[in-house]
């Protein structure tokens, strides 16, 4: 095999070249080779991360099926060893480990079938599941979406079997089950809706519209459909509804916008959660509202009309800025191979240019879009192509821009930035540039 020598030419840190790949043990993950004109370095097709093996002599590296080899070094996946014995003991360990491992997922409860039931039946059955055991369900689906898509359903139902048979009882039976769940419907505005009709048809007008108003203060998508709802129709002849429709009027044009009810609902049910649900709840709010920005919430803290309003506004700045800083794409998935990363990709974008955003988060693209660019090129047989070299440039400035963010914080709080950048492969690879 040839030399990387002889194979790098024209090469520089936007436009790596790629060098070969390993597949070091039958079923194990599969290894690309770079080299950037500088040093070596690794990439695993399995995890997305990157090594540098700037241990190795360029000069005399040559890439084997397991890996490669120098003069003085022997690489199995992206770990250099002194000998081939040394190699081999490792490569015989990873695969007795690799064997043991068992990554198998438990099973969940099964959900209910209910397709072609008629309302009543499918209503039973859906409390039926809910009534029995319970707390494994809670806790196999409460980071679900299809846990908070059963209880608007059991409402909607509610409504359709008491239409089918004029039995209150289907109407009770929703309203106590809507009570015991009232604590998640802001993960679910439509289940404020289902249950505001259930409140109208049931006769209680005022807990109907107290529906509504929560609805509304947790920026229901649905809301046209709710004001419009036809089993609401006697229910818009109020003056309060009325209201709650000329208000969501006003504020259609930033209703997607985070409200001080979000906050503090999040913040009154989270207490002695697990902290998976936490984050789960957590997630909900940082990815399907937007946040505003320090100097819009200023102007409207500037301009408020009364005393109430503006504490109202001081207090959603608090929560907001707050949770930007501490949250926002700190922890949420940035894997631009999913869809949810590239939604939060598309947030970064929204964000980037906050104040209040942390720092961390640009070194946190900066990796993705690093470890995105070798994904690409190794599907490209190795080959960086324009898309390719786009990606590693952006990444290099987003690191540029962190290390310029955090120039002007604190020390104590720049230290502790760049000690999570240390995590990062991006900022091993540039640190390893800058050495050479």
Not at 170 to 181: H, K, P, R, T
Not at 408 to 419: I, T
């Amino acid at each position: 095999m040839s030399t990387i020598t002889n194979t790098a030419v024209n090469v520089t840190p936007d436009s790596p070249a790629f060098l070969g790949s390993s597949n070091p043990l039958e079923n194990d993950a599969q290894y690309s080779y770079f080299f950037n004109g500088c040093f070596i370095y690794s990439y695993n097709h399995t995890t997305g991360r990157c090594a540098c093996l700037t241990e190795l002599d360029v000069a005399t590296t040559t890439v084997k099926p397991y890996g490669l080899v120098d003069k003085h070094y022997v690489v199995i996946g992206d770990k250099a060893f002194r000998s081939v014995t040394q190699a081999q003991k490792a490569r015989s360990k990873v695969s007795v480990a690799n064997a043991s491992n068992d990554n198998s997922p438990g099973k969940h409860p099964a959900l209910p079938a209910i397709e072609q039931l008629s309302a009543i039946k499918s209503l039973a059955r859906i409390e039926e599941w809910f009534n029995t055991d319970f707390e494994a369900k809670w806790e196999a689906y409460r980071e679900t979406s299809e846990f908070y898509n059963l209880i608007q359903y059991y409402l909607a139902l509610s409504c359709d079997a008491y239409k089918q048979k004029a039995d209150t009882a289907f109407l009770d039976a929703g309203i106590e089950f809507y009570l015991s769940m009232a604590h998640y419907s802001w993960l679910n505005p439509s289940i404020l809706h289902n249950a505001a009709c259930v409140y109208w048809l049931a006769g209680e007008k005022e807990n109907a519209l107290d529906c509504i108003e929560l609805a509304l203060n947790f920026r229901y998508s649905g809301m046209d459909s709710l004001l419009g709802d036809e089993d609401l129709q006697g229910l818009r002849k109020t003056r309060r509804f009325r209201q709650l429709a000329r208000k969501y009027e006003a504020l259609k044009p930033r209703f997607n916008y985070v409200t001080l009810e979000l906050f503090e609902v999040f913040e009154n049910f989270s207490v002695q959660q697990p902290e998976p649900f936490v984050r789960f709840m957590r997630s909900h709010l940082l990815t399907n509202f937007r946040f505003y920005d320090i100097s819009d919430l200023s102007a409207r803290i500037d301009g408020s009309e009364d005393e109430d309003e503006r504490e109202y506004w001081q207090r959603l700045a608090a929560f907001n800025n707050s949770y930007l800083y501490k949250y926002m794409l700190i922890d949420e998935p940035m894997d631009l191979l999913t869809e949810q990363g590239k939604t939060n990709y598309q947030h970064f974008q929204q964000y980037r240019h906050y104040r209040v955003l942390n720092p961390i988060v640009f070194a946190r693209v900066s990796e993705q879009l690093f470890h995105h660019a070798h994904y690409w090129a190794s599907r490209h047989q190795g080959a960086f192509n324009e898309r390719d070299q786009a990606l590693l440039s952006q990444s290099f400035q987003l690191l540029e821009e962190f290390n310029v963010a955090t120039e002007g914080l604190c020390f104590e709080k720049r230290s502790e930035l760049m000690e999570k950048a240390k995590s990062y492969d991006i900022h091993h690879y540039m640190q390893n540039l800058k050495r050479f």
